[in-house]
């Protein structure tokens, strides 16, 4: 076998891409080739005949129907600082939508300068909005619960008439010209869109490290990272400068800002939302959630997101629809399975970590969830091929921009894409194929279990503008299932632990329930 470098040199030059020598060593820096070997060796053990994951639908499990919803637990009033605390709020004449959005700017005006959340503020209209929500409700035109309700949307998404700059400089003098389909829901139900949160470059790093716009810092702790790449939205949630927030998942950019900000943050079903008007990284592996508070205000945002959209293809097999009203806080019956290993011959993660998903397998036994201990050597080598995945989508929709505008990508967004082209002629039929054969076989695996809990991140929050490690998260974006992760007690360094929780394709009610009784009984960290 050829040096991977040299390979990589000589198909760059094939795809007119003038990379630089010091490009190449710092690829070999950050180790972007370093599972290159093992991508070759997981496909190289795929028969030449199997149906690529796109063309086989048997390897795609069928929508499952789902019952229906019981009366809700009793459960204590929610938050004031949450979606449906702050609804109540209004109804009941306890405050309004100008107070609200008031008060969610004067945090941005009075935090956002050392944490760096924002990438554009919309006070004029946000305040317009506010008022315009006011006079309705007054009038008794009332859209719902998000109707009057500060929120973000992070900036990978298109607000008609404003720049989508997806964290870039390539993009960020183009103006949108409609609204994002999600972006559109959310005005459709009167929530006030408050600004257009940061993120790492194009969506292409698990931290937060933006060469162009610079870090976001966690709020717990200023010196650690927010996680990426919907870090800016993760922190305004947090910090109570939007009540929740938009993000996209591609590998992890949901569930990771979520967890490193102590907050819920749900990756639906690949299918379930709408990511028309989001600037693609991966078609196969992007997919579009909130991040939130609470459990209960995930499910409200979740229910306005979901649904087919004649504008996104992916949305629009049939399934059955999902509703946030009923979800009940009940878990007995359900078959958990805790996560022990996963094939690569490490630990899973360090204990801190390991003992929060512990904690929330033992509130769900505590609730009646039979939970068993497995392992699920599978989740490796979907690593492994999600990754391959996303680097040859990411590295063709960048193909014209590489070519002619190389010079304005920051270095390790441009270091990572230049480093998807050491893939083989074929790789990406070859990943498909391998990503059939793994669907099917962790299918088979778990028969019978309704749900996972493991960890999202094998260790400590990184320093600020560090990536993290997302390699416990992306398997699932490989198979699109739906994953969430949520609060699970503060470490010994006094900054959040979270714990993740992974559901069958289009069972997020499963996921949410589940995800409610941990909320509501999860055994306090030592």
């Given amino acids: 076998m050829s040096d991977p470098i040299d390979r990589l040199r000589a198909r760059l030059r094939a795809a007119?891409?003038?990379?630089?020598?010091?490009?190449?060593?710092?690829?070999?820096?950050?180790?972007?080739?370093?599972?290159?070997?093992?991508?070759?060796?997981?496909?190289?053990?795929?028969?030449?005949?199997?149906?690529?994951?796109?063309?086989?639908?048997?390897?795609?499990?069928?929508?499952?129907?789902?019952?229906?919803?019981?009366?809700?637990?009793?459960?204590p009033p929610p938050p004031a600082d949450t979606l449906l605390g702050a609804a109540a709020a209004i109804r009941t004449g306890a405050t309004t939508p100008t107070a609200l959005v008031e008060a969610a700017l004067a945090r941005i005006a009075a935090l956002d300068g050392s944490l760096n959340a924002f990438q554009l503020v919309l006070a004029e209209q946000a305040l317009a909005d506010a008022r315009r929500a006011e006079a309705e409700l007054?009038?008794?035109?009332?859209?719902?619960?998000?109707h009057g309700l500060?929120?973000?949307?992070?900036?990978?998404?298109?607000?008609?008439?404003?720049?989508?700059?997806?964290?870039?400089?390539?993009?960020?003098?183009t103006t949108a010209a409609a609204d994002a389909t999600a972006v559109a829901r959310l005005r459709a139900a009167g929530a006030i869109?408050?600004?257009?949160?940061?993120?790492?470059?194009?969506?292409?790093?698990?931290?937060?490290?933006?060469?162009?716009?610079?870090?976001?810092?966690?709020?717990?702790?200023?010196?650690?990272?927010?996680?990426?790449?919907?870090?800016g939205s993760a922190v305004a949630v947090a910090t109570g400068m939007a009540l929740a927030a938009?993000?996209?998942?591609?590998?992890?950019s949901i569930r990771i800002p979520a967890a490193f900000c102590g907050l819920v943050g749900l990756k639906p079903t690949w299918g379930r939302t709408s990511l028309a008007g989001a600037v693609p990284l991966s078609w196969s592996l992007d997919h579009l959630g909130p991040l939130t508070r609470t459990v209960a205000d995930a499910a409200t945002l979740l229910a306005l997101l979901a649904g087919p959209d004649p504008r996104d293809g992916r949305t629009l097999r049939p399934v059955p629809p999902f509703v946030a009203e009923g979800l009940e806080a009940d878990v007995r019956g359900l078959r958990v399975g805790l996560v022990r290993e996963d094939g690569s011959g490490r630990p899973l993660a360090e204990e801190e970590q390991q003992a929060a998903a512990r904690r929330g397998a033992t509130a769900l036994a505590a609730?009646?969830?039979?939970?068993?201990?497995?392992?699920?050597?599978?989740?490796?080598?979907?690593?492994?091929?999600?990754?391959?995945?996303?680097?040859?989508?990411?590295?063709?929709?960048?193909?014209?921009?590489l070519q002619t505008r190389l010079d304005a990508y920051g270095e390790f967004p441009r270091q990572r894409l230049l480093a998807n082209f050491a893939y083989e002629s074929g790789a990406f039929i070859r990943a498909q194929q391998g990503r059939a054969a793994l669907r099917r076989a962790i299918s088979e695996r778990l028969a019978g279990l309704d749900l996972l809990v493991l960890p999202i991140h094998p260790g400590p929050i990184p320093a600020r503008g560090v990536p993290a490690n997302n390699g416990l998260a992306i398997p699932f974006n490989c198979l699109g299932w739906p994953a969430l992760t949520m609060p699970a007690g503060r470490g010994g360094d006094g900054l959040p632990l979270s714990l993740q929780l992974v559901a069958r394709p289009w069972q997020e009610a499963t996921?949410?329930?589940?995800?409610?009784?941990?909320?509501?009984?999860?055994p306090a960290a030592p």
């Fill in 511 to 522: 996921l949410l329930r589940a995800a409610s009784v941990i909320e509501r009984g999860t």
């Fill in 246 to 252: 938009l993000g996209t998942d591609t590998g992890c």
């Fill in 193 to 231: 869109i408050v600004g257009k949160t940061r993120l790492s470059e194009f969506a292409y790093s698990p931290g937060s490290n933006n060469a162009h716009y610079g870090a976001t810092a966690n709020p717990f702790d200023p010196t650690r990272d927010s996680g990426g790449s919907s870090s």
């Fill in 16 to 75: 007119a891409i003038p990379a630089t020598d010091d490009d190449l060593a710092g690829i070999q820096t950050r180790g972007f080739l370093s599972r290159l070997e093992d991508f070759e060796r997981i496909v190289a053990g795929i028969p030449a005949e199997t149906l690529p994951d796109f063309l086989d639908a048997g390897s795609l499990p069928a929508p499952v129907e789902a019952p229906a919803p019981s009366p809700p637990a009793a459960a």
């Fill in 367 to 401: 609730a009646g969830a039979e939970v068993v201990e497995l392992d699920v050597p599978e989740l490796d080598r979907l690593r492994v091929i999600g990754t391959a995945l996303l680097g040859m989508e990411a590295s063709a929709f960048h193909l014209p921009w």
């Fill in 150 to 173: 500060p929120v973000a949307v992070k900036d990978l998404l298109d607000m008609g008439g404003l720049p989508t700059t997806a964290g870039s400089l390539i993009l960020a003098h």
């Fill in 138 to 146: 007054a009038a008794g035109q009332d859209r719902g619960p998000l």
